[in-house]
């Protein structure tokens, strides 16, 4: 079956940076677009992150533009978000996630999440 796990969370101060990881596995990883979710305390589950099947095409949520990167290496089945200049409201669990089109914003299959917390 379809595994994905996310590694990389943990306590931030304010500006920092962190860089979540995600390895996928059960699925022929290079035929899916790939996502990074979130979800802060009492929101509702967020689209952050989306890259196509080879990494041509990447799409963000307007307020993680130009702070938050997003990557895949289809080699080694790993998904990656790299997160620079950290605010307190980046504070949420992060689930990696494959993509369904048409929109590649929904997700279909869910990891167990990472947590992220960025102090202020």
């Known amino acids: 079956q379809v595994q994905l796990v996310e590694s990389g969370g943990g306590l931030v101060q304010a500006g920092g940076s962190l860089r979540l990881s995600c390895a996928a596995s059960?699925?022929?990883?290079?035929?899916?677009?790939m996502g990074w979710f979130r979800q802060a305390p009492g929101k509702e589950r967020e689209f952050v992150a989306g890259?196509?099947?080879?990494?041509?095409?990447?799409d963000y949520t307007d307020s993680v533009k130009g702070r938050f990167t997003v990557s895949r290496d289809n080699a080694k089945y790993m998904v990656y978000l790299q997160m620079n200049s950290l605010k307190p409201e980046d504070t949420a669990i992060y689930y990696c996630?494959?993509?369904?089109?048409?929109?590649?914003?929904?997700?279909?299959?869910w990891g167990q999440g990472t947590q992220v917390t960025v102090s202020s």
């Open positions: 890259i196509r099947q080879n990494g041509d095409i990447t």
């Open positions: 996630a494959t993509l369904l089109p048409p929109d590649y914003k929904r997700p279909r299959w």
């Open positions: 059960g699925l022929t990883f290079s035929a899916y677009p």
